[in-house]
């Protein structure tokens, strides 16, 4: 072949080929970005859209319908999620993985344009922003010591979090746990009606007299002045002289109405690290930003403003995501190395050379160096697909180098000169060599025209794939025969010989009583058809298993991190909230190698369908040292925290691991979708009663919540038009009164400072009805012009593809199915009837996820089998040949299944992702085999029967090399430990089982069935 002849006849030319390979692959390592997922452009757009003071079924009406409705018809649409909460509107679209995000925002930005004037006139105008999964939180710092926490949340805000976000590959910096200064006019509501005077009125007069204008220019003697007109104070307390009414000569200040002074807005959220309070901040990279180089780029500013921070405050670095992802990269490459030690070791026991181990042992580590420029270039980082690629190809790239050195070796007696032998002994085996290696490239393309979201996460998988199977190709036919020309001997005298021919005897010997036992076997047809018939059985066996090994989309994470999520009843305010969370806290600190026990409150990870924002809610992180350090199982750890926490009442506990995207995503969730709210609260709690006496389920919780208590004002029409007011103007002088009205702007320095007007807060709601209103020039009584009564209103509405909707989620047990729990709820709702027809459920997140990448599976199986028996054809030049080889592939199956099942593991995408790889592997074998019969059929002249039993012979060594070294190279990463190596596990078990059942079964089954057919006419003509 013209690889192996370029190799033996210039290698120097080849040898300065591969040190520049080698040199680029290192240099590609240095350079190349870590990352925990590949980068993936999941086109998600946000509508988020603020009105204060309205209720979620106002909003509902008002601005998500009339959203819903504009961006319906925008190309490419998939999901419409909506969020109604106080406050609040929070959309969220999905759109097909086709769609371009940049354009789908655009368009989204063009359909709202058309209905602004729609919306109600005092709402804010909607924000649409692009959703990228990789921006996320990769650090948490914590600002905690003596000083006030308003102090610190202003520093935090206007210094130390700029110097943050200026760092390169940071995106954004979010603030927890404080708020932000303001100019509050606190007025005292007995002098205000004693002055004739209302909120509004005080909010006018601000708005008149609180300006800086610039007046323009005036010119003199060739010169230009500008005139400004600045009618601003230069001290909050200054704004209390203001005179804002003059009664007959009487002026009146707005010191005589209450008190000006600095303060901060309404106190919403608290955060609390090891029980000091402070600012929680959260840094988010850029989707495209490495990582680990961001991170440490944040740790550099950190360790730099540590030591100069202002007296009374300190810098506490809680967690970061470079860690996790080092660890894995780490973990990823650990597993590589030992299965290049490992096959190294088969090497020895199998060829009885250690000149043949350190040959592989230099040529495996280079293909994955030289594999990491190309995955450089293509733009790829190293993360939790690509090492899958480069850790399933590792026993592969075994097979490949063992073939051709075994060849090799075999040749070494033939030849006197090195050279020659090695071009020789690689040419014999180029066409099994191209067969293995192009099935595993075949494999790869169907991964790649995925088009569900799981597809788009394997594409790098696919990609990797691609290229360290074409380095194998040019390294064993390029590397291994110069390597073997140069320091392999052809002779060998002492112990090593005779090691050598005692193994080479007893293998020779074991052929030949495969060989005999096989001919032997296929004298019977009767037998042959049973032995047939007993794998199908096997097979149907297998598949029966999949409804006892069920589901999951992938494994859970020990990340050494534990969210406990914690809402109250809508009627509790922050500082009983604030009692409650602290106490449960206590509860959980005692844990040994807890580092840090962090606490917002106010503000909550979650998904669309909850509530993440309001002083009810809290949050308990709870940060352990990682995995690899202690000996306990964080899932384990979860049952504790659930025990010590069952006694806790009035409120809804979530207890779950956090992801690696940081935040508490519960992997079931169903949704149901109808017209009637009540209906679908009543099927909802249904739903969650049927989860928790689920066995596979730990966590529930429900979209459905009780009301919030309101006071309901609903204007008097009749007796506000003698008056002469209006709705707005009624609506405008509640505002002020309660939440207060943001009237001007103080300015000083480079800051500035809104100026809120608002009453002096007391405590009871029956202050309202004694609320003054300005009317027809006279001060009356709300209760006068305004019917005043208590109400309810639903504290959030979800609404999903325009309907209103119920969310059902659910965490799973350690080993707990996905699929067995959505089955078994949905057959509940259906047998009970309570899904009528104007009723539907589906599946969302995990589940939905996992509902479109079967499907996506099963037809990229269907073509890479396609593609295989079309590869295998094109290299040996025979239809029929590959429908032998592919007898494997059932065999493997079986080996999958039952690895599953013995492990306890469940089918996750990463083991649909192994199936599809393992069609393109479990056929390396087969395919010695094959070839080496069609060669000696052709290359002899003997009958096909002969020619395959000399190959059983011939071959056995190396087909026991392969699915040995195949099997064992994936076994450390079935074994993995490391951090994220769930998910590597699952795939290594199930690579280990079907290459071990499939070669070993193959053994008997492929030659039986090839001899069934075979024919005892010898062969006079090339096939």
Request: net charge negative; with cysteine.
């Amino acid at each position: 072949m013209f690889l192996s002849d370029a190799s033996t006849k210039r290698p120097v030319a080849i040898s300065c080929l591969l040190i520049a390979l080698v040199a680029l692959g290192l240099n590609a390592y240095r350079k190349i970005s870590l990352e925990l997922l590949p980068q993936m452009d999941i086109p998600y757009v946000t509508v988020s859209t603020t009105w204060l003071g309205a209720t979620p079924s106002d909003i509902e009406k008002d601005i998500a319908k009339r959203i819903e409705d504009a961006v319906a018809g925008v190309d490419g649409l998939k999901h419409i999620e909506c969020s109604c909460m106080e406050n609040l509107c929070y959309i969220s679209l999905e759109f097909n993985l086709d769609v371009d995000v940049d354009v789908a925002a655009v368009d989204v930005r063009e359909k709202l344009d058309t209905i602004m004037d729609d919306l109600p006139s005092d709402a804010d105008r909607p924000i649409v922003q692009k959703f990228n999964i990789n921006s996320t939180a990769v650090a948490n710092i914590f600002i905690t010591g003596s000083a006030d926490v308003d102090d610190m949340y202003d520093y935090a805000d206007n210094e130390l979090g700029d110097q943050f976000a200026a760092l390169g590959g940071v995106s954004d910096v979010t603030l927890v746990g404080g708020n932000e200064r303001e100019v509050h006019v606190e007025i005292d509501r007995e002098k205000l009606a004693e002055a004739n005077l209302t909120t509004g009125q005080l909010v006018q007069k601000l708005q008149d007299e609180i300006l800086n204008l610039p007046s323009g220019r005036v010119r003199e003697n060739g010169m230009e002045f500008s005139v400004r007109f600045d009618a601003e104070y230069d001290t909050a307390e200054e704004i209390a002289n203001l005179e804002v009414a003059n009664n007959n000569g009487q002026r009146i200040c707005l010191r005589d109405l209450g008190r000006v002074f600095m303060s901060v807005e309404e106190v919403r959220q608290r955060a609390t690290l090891n029980g000091r309070p402070g600012v929680l901040m959260k840094i988010v990279k850029k989707s495209e930003a490495n990582t680990v180089k961001v991170v440490k780029l944040i740790r550099e500013c950190f360790e730099d403003r540590k030591e100069h921070m202002p007296d009374g405050m300190e810098l506490v670095w809680v967690s970061d995501d470079a860690n996790i992802v080092s660890s894995m990269v780490k973990g990823g490459v650990s597993d590589i190395m030992s299965s290049i030690v490992l096959c190294a070791i088969i090497l020895i026991l199998f060829l009885a050379n250690f000149r043949t181990a350190v040959v592989a042992g230099v040529a495996m580590p280079l293909t994955v160096i030289i594999s990491l420029f190309f995955i450089y270039l293509t733009g790829n980082s190293l993360n939790t697909a690509t090492l899958l690629a480069l850790g399933l190809s590792t026993g592969v790239l075994v097979s490949n180098s063992i073939v051709v050195l075994q060849s090799i070796v075999k040749r070494f007696p033939d030849f006197d000169d090195p050279w020659e032998a090695a071009r020789v002994g690689t040419g014999d085996v180029a066409v099994a060599v191209l067969a293995s290696a192009g099935t595993n490239v075949v494999v790869m393309i169907p991964i790649s025209m995925m088009t569900s979201i799981v597809g788009l996460f394997f594409r790098p998988f696919a990609m990797a794939t691609l290229i360290i199977n074409l380095a194998s190709i040019f390294i064993c036919f390029n590397l291994t025969p110069i390597l073997c020309a140069l320091f392999m001997k052809k002779k060998d005298s002492g112990l090593g010989k005779a090691f050598e021919n005692l193994v080479v005897g007893l293998q020779q010997s074991l052929a030949e009583t495969y060989a005999r036992f096989v001919e032997l076997l296929s004298r019977s047809k009767i037998l042959t058809v049973v032995i047939v018939l007993v794998c199908l059985l096997l097979l149907l066996q297998s598949l029966s298993l999949v409804d006892k090994i069920g589901f999951i989309f992938t494994e859970p994470i020990d990340l050494a991190r534990v969210c406990v999520k914690v809402e109250y009843p809508t009627y509790y305010n922050l500082e009983h909230t604030t009692e409650r969370i602290i106490a449960i806290e206590s509860k959980l600190t005692d844990f040994s190698d807890l580092d840090y026990s962090m606490v917002t409150i106010g503000k909550v990870d979650g998904d669309i369908q909850e509530a993440t924002e309001g002083v009810f809610l809290g949050q308990i992180q709870l940060f352990f040292k990682d995995k690899t350090q202690r000996k306990w199982s964080l899932f384990k750890r979860l049952d504790e925290i659930r025990e010590r926490l069952k006694d806790e009442t009035d409120c809804i506990l979530t207890i779950s691991i956090l992801d690696a995207m940081g935040s508490q995503q519960l992997p079931l969730n169903l949704i149901v979708r109808g017209p009637d709210l009540d209906m679908l609260n009543k099927i909802g709690l249904r739903a969650q009663e049927v989860l928790d006496t689920d066995p596979n389920i730990t966590t529930t919780d429900t979209s459905v919540r009780d009301g919030k208590e309101e006071v309901k004002i609903t204007p008097n029409r009749a007796i506000m038009s003698d008056y002469g007011l209006t709705a707005q103007e009624l609506g405008l002088c509640l505002r002020a009164n309660i939440d207060g009205i943001e009237a001007a702007d103080f300015r000083k320095g480079d800051r500035t400072y809104d100026i809120r007007v608002k009453y002096k807060e007391i405590p009871g709601k029956n202050q309202v009805k004694d609320f003054t209103i300005p009317a027809g020039g006279k001060i009356v009584m709300l209760e006068t012009v305004a019917d005043i009564q208590d109400s309810y209103q639903p504290s959030k509405v979800y609404r999903r593809d325009k309907s209103r909707a119920v969310s059902v989620i659910a965490d799973l047990t350690e080993n707990g199915s996905l699929s067995k729990a959505m089955d078994n709820v949905n057959n509940v709702l259906t047998k009970e009837q309570l899904m009528s027809s104007d009723y539907t459920s589906e599946s969302a997140g995990d589940s939905e996820f996992m509902d479109e990448a079967i499907p996506d599976f099963i037809e990229a199986a269907i073509m890479a089998v396609f593609l295989t028996f079309l590869t295998l054809a094109a290299i040996l030049e025979s239809f029929t040949s590959p429908i032998y080889i592919l007898t494997t592939l059932p065999l493997g199956l079986v080996g999958v299944m039952w690895s599953l099942f013995i492990t306890g593991h469940q089918i996750s995408i990463f083991v649909l992702l192994g199936v599809v790889t393992l069609i393109g592997v479990v056929v390396n074998a087969a395919v010695l085999f094959i070839d080496c019969a069609n060669q000696t059929a052709a290359a002899q002249g003997v009958s096909k029967r002969e020619a395959m039993i000399f190959a059983l012979r011939d071959q056995f060594t190396p087909v026991m090399m392969v699915t040995c070294a195949s099997a064992i190279g994936m076994l450390p990463m079935a074994l993995a430990k490391g951090i994220a190596g769930e998910l590597r596990v699952s795939i290594g078990i199930i690579s280990v089982g079907g290459v071990t059942f499939s070669g070993i079964v193959m053994m008997v089954v492929l030659p039986l069935v090839y001899l069934l057919f075979a024919s005892d006419k010898k062969k006079t003509a090339k096939y």
